[in-house]
């Protein structure tokens, strides 16, 4: 998506200028932003100016450290080293009022600038700049070291950090980032260490409209892990020094961003901003339940030459809501991008099965550090190329080697309660946890035998067709809040969003055009998810390749808009 010309700049110089405009200005910003080098930038650029700039730290306001852990030790969820529960707090409650207060401005510098995460809290009749570090380049800097959760002193491990992050730290700092976005005067990518790129916010607000109203792709990235292959690394240009890659957060929106381009400038934005101002566009009929929330995933499991994945089940919504805080849960399915001959899914139970058995034989495994029959219990079947199985929560699964899977799902993806793991240690020589009693907690022994082929493989529908192209659904599971639908077509086809907004991915061929209603035109290959809002009202997918074209596409389910 592209703002009017050379509206994007990079560098400080043009951003430090206009700060000196005012005598007093706020810079808010994200955790994970570097702080430091933000100061240093500007000051640098204001002296050889001829400038004075002041600078306070709002983090001097905030609550000693002590406090501040007593404050989110509710929501951190004990000794349990994955889950917490989504808080309640606000940003302002990390502050000591009385210090915000005595915070004044220098009127004797040319610029008195106060910053970090919060600034803005002080309400003063100021403009308000607004640091951000998309969510990839924050695990980054906590696996170096360089982040610390909100009033920490030192960082923690990874997984203690990262668990803070997403139950505590994220949430205060996206209501806060919301709250703000109508009056932001410049916002800044501070990703890319020496440099930011930026724009104004009348800018920003004028693009994310632009964007609810055509279609959009976010920033895809890639993460190794102890099961991942390399059907990823050889498809899709990725490093081929890489150990492997297991996951694609091809569309995660808690976690992706959306990049913006201009004159040769490009900068991240988070894609909670455009639901933020535009979420009655983008969702159309589903905004009512799902408000700010992108209701919908895309993301990748690459097992080629890899391993198994964990076997798991999901839990249930009110388990997800008493449990974790999350307004709804991680019903999820796996459409087979790709799979070699051998390959194979795990879904459901045998007939036989007897949770007291399976259970004692989990747990003897784990503690005999043995291996473990799976079979036994649950159903092994092989996969094909463009199959959909179907995984509603408390369903025991897990991908075999040799599948490149396309998990569509809700967008939770975090509650995965492992119960076996092929006897593995993580990347960094540890034990992996498992989750044998959460599981146990909502495991469906009901999902067993014959139910399973009924009921857990979907079975394509021709909808509609034309002289060459056709429109089947893959009915999805009650459970699921979502449908599924499979575009085939020689030429183009042309379709209507019904007031919903549709995640589509390319599973087939090598190249199509997108056109929405209002005109905008873009390109998408094979294996690339994009999204046209609901208010995009109608669209023209025209195939470019020299095969048929292949694309599948998510939507809210009718009936599941009004729940």
């Not at 969510?135 to 959760?149: D, F, V």
């Not at 905008?520 to 009202?537: G, K, N, Q, R």
């Amino acid at each position: 998506m592209y703002p009017a010309n050379g509206e994007i700049h990079a560098g400080y110089a043009r951003l430090v200028s206009l700060l000196l405009e005012h005598q007093v200005c706020l810079i808010d910003g994200y955790s994970g932003v570097d702080w430091d080098e933000v100061t240093t930038h500007i000051h640098d650029q204001a002296s050889a100016l001829g400038k004075t700039v002041q600078f306070a730290s709002v983090a001097e306001a905030m609550l000693p450290e002590k406090a501040i852990w007593k404050l989110v030790e509710p929501f951190l969820g004990g000794d349990d080293p994955l889950f917490g529960s989504r808080t309640t707090l606000q940003l302002a409650d990390f502050f000591d009022t009385k210090k915000l207060a005595a915070l004044q401005p220098d009127p004797t510098v040319d610029l008195y600038l106060v910053y970090g995460c919060g600034a803005a809290l002080l309400h003063w009749d100021a403009p308000i700049a607004y640091f951000d570090v998309p969510k990839n380049e924050i695990q980054r800097r906590i696996r170096a070291g360089t982040h610390r959760n909100l009033g920490a002193m030192l960082p923690t491990s990874f997984k203690a950090t990262y668990k803070r992050c997403y139950f505590v730290d994220w949430i205060v700092l996206n209501k806060h980032k919301q709250q703000l976005l109508p009056q932001l005067e410049w916002i800044a990518d501070q990703q890319v260490a020496g440099t930011v790129t930026w724009t104004s916010g009348a800018i920003l607000r004028q693009t994310l409209h632009r964007m609810s109203t055509s279609c959009f792709r976010v920033r895809p990235w890639f993460e190794p892990g102890v099961w991942g292959g390399d059907w990823m690394k050889n498809h899709l240009g990725l490093d081929q020094d890489a150990p492997n890659y297991a996951w694609s957060f091809e569309m995660i929106v808690p976690e992706n961003g959306l990049l913006i381009h201009d004159s040769g400038n490009t900068m991240e934005i988070s894609f909670d901003l455009l639901m933020y101002q535009e979420s009655d566009e983008v969702l159309g009929k589903a905004a009512k339940r799902f408000g700010y929330d992108f209701p919908i995933r895309f993301d990748f499991l690459d097992t080629f030459n890899g391993g198994n994945l964990s076997l798991q089940c999901h839990p249930s919504p009110e388990y997800a809501k008493a449990h974790f805080g999350e307004h709804f849960t991680q019903d999820e399915t796996y459409y087979i991008l790709d799979a070699a001959p051998d390959a194979q899914v795990y879904l459901g139970f045998q007939e036989n099965i007897d949770p007291k058995v399976f259970r004692q034989a989990l747990e003897t495994s784990f503690e005999r550090h043995e291996a473990l029959d799976v079979s036994k219990f649950v159903q092994v079947m092989p996969s094909h190329k463009h199959e959909l199985f179907l995984i509603p929560h408390g369903t025991v699964h897990c991908s075999g080697i040799n599948n490149l899977v396309l998990e569509i799902s809700a967008t939770p993806y975090i509650f995965t309660f492992k119960m076996y793991d092929w006897l593995r240690v993580d990347l960094d020589g540890h034990p992996r946890p498992l989750n044998i009693d959460r599981a146990f907690e909502n495991l469906n022994f009901s999902r067993k035998g014959n139910v399973v082929q009924e009921t857990l493989v979907s079975r394509p529908q021709v909808v509609q067709e034309g002289p060459d192209w056709k429109q089947f659904k893959l009915p999805t599971h009650p459970e699921h809040f979502y449908e599924i639908h499979r575009y085939e077509f020689d030429t183009l086809v042309n379709i209507d969003t019904h007031a919903q907004c549709h995640v589509l991915m390319l599973v087939e061929g090598t190249t199509v055009d997108v056109e929405t209603e209002n005109g905008y035109l873009a390109t998408f290959h094979f294996a690339e998810t994009f999204a046209i809002p609901a208010a995009a009202a109608r669209y023209r997918l025209t195939n470019r390749g020299p095969v048929g074209a292949k694309v599948v596409v998510a939507f809210v389910k009718e009936e599941a808009c009004h729940v």
